[in-house]
């Protein structure tokens, strides 16, 4: 079953490339257009960018699909009541919308938002102890809501970010907003100068964000297996391990689109502050991101639409689950 995971890496891998070649051209021309017209003309061509993927992007359609017919499992639903491509058009019309919303926020339009943030007290602890922390995030709803907490309460928050796939997508963003309080650091696995940078930022007492519901190309020496709707998937260790080390505090982070121009933030702390002795961390690092698969898969339940990882998503932790079992 070797075959079948180094398959799994290659077909997971794929969209790295796919998205520098596909999304540059395409939110270049959007930046261009948003600043002379504005959100609102922008919105109309949502629709037939859904319908253009929908038709033509295969691999992702069936993602999509593979996607939502387990999030049916997971309810007890049969999947054979889903319309596929109609599903896959609402999938990938959210994934639009939710794209050019970030637009919004990286422009600096917040007042444009209604923006309910429920567990807000999780949040106001850590800004009133003046300490770091790390908050997790998946490709659930929008991450730059960020934006608007960082705006509110006067913090530097430093979202991690894989950018070798991204890095002149993150460009435009940041020309957006230069004068913005949140700050990308591109993660390259390969080196040391991430962590280096990354260790500046909490030695100053900042925030630091991550999406953790990927397991990115070069970090597959270090990942743990959760259930996730009911499959084992895989999932990064490292944000919850530099937790660990460095005694952060692990608050969840989502905000779900609820309406045009409303969000609602569901902030929850799953880790408190303090370092864990090396013979500890295995076990609480496992322990955390258990808890963080099942409460982002609980929110994939009440917004399927605004899941955003078109890829076979379990397919290479269940091949490892099969090499173990022949073994």
């Keep these: 079953m070797k075959e079948r995971r180094g398959e799994a890496s290659e077909a997971d891998s794929a969209w790295v490339s796919r998205s520098e070649r596909g999304s540059h051209l395409a939110l270049a021309s959007a930046a261009w257009c948003f600043r002379r017209l504005g959100p609102g003309p922008l919105r109309l061509l949502i629709p037939p960018i859904a319908a253009y993927y929908t038709l033509f992007a ?17 309810r007890g639903v049969s999947p054979a009541a889903r319309s596929p491509w109609r599903d896959a058009y609402r999938h990938f019309y959210s994934f639009a919308d939710l794209i ?176 864990l002795p090396a013979a500890e961390r295995d076990k609480a690092v496992q322990e955390r991101i258990e808890a963080f698969a099942a409460k982002v898969g609980q929110h994939c339940l009440t917004a399927p639409y605004q899941w955003f990882n078109f890829y076979d998503f379990w397919a290479e932790a269940e091949g490892a689950e099969v090499d173990r079992a022949e073994r």
Aim: contains cysteine; charged residues 25%.
């Design 58 to 74: 295969g691999s992702a359609r069936r993602a999509s699909r593979a996607y939502l017919a387990q999030l049916d499992r997971a």
């Design 100 to 275: 050019l919303d970030r637009f919004c926020f990286w422009t600096g339009a917040y007042d444009d938002f209604t923006v309910e943030i429920h567990g807000r007290e999780h949040m106001e602890r850590l800004f009133e102890s003046g300490r770091s922390a790390l908050l997790v995030g998946a490709h659930l709803g929008s991450f730059d809501v960020l934006r608007v907490i960082s705006r509110d309460a006067g913090v530097r928050v430093n979202v991690l970010m894989f950018t070798a796939n991204a890095e002149r997508i993150n460009n435009l963003f940041r020309t957006l907003d230069p004068g913005s309080d949140v700050r990308l650091i591109p993660i390259d696995p390969t080196s040391v100068d991430s962590a280096f940078v990354l260790r500046r930022c909490l030695e100053r007492d900042e925030f630091v964000a991550v999406l953790s519901d990927r397991v990115y190309p070069g970090g597959r020496s270090r990942v743990a297996s959760a259930n996730f709707l009911g499959r084992p998937a895989l999932f990064p260790q490292g944000p919850f391990l530099l937790a660990a080390v460095m005694g952060l505090p692990v608050v969840l982070s989502l905000a779900i689109k609820t309406g045009p121009y409303r969000y609602d933030v569901h902030l929850e702390t799953l880790a408190e502050a303090g370092r």
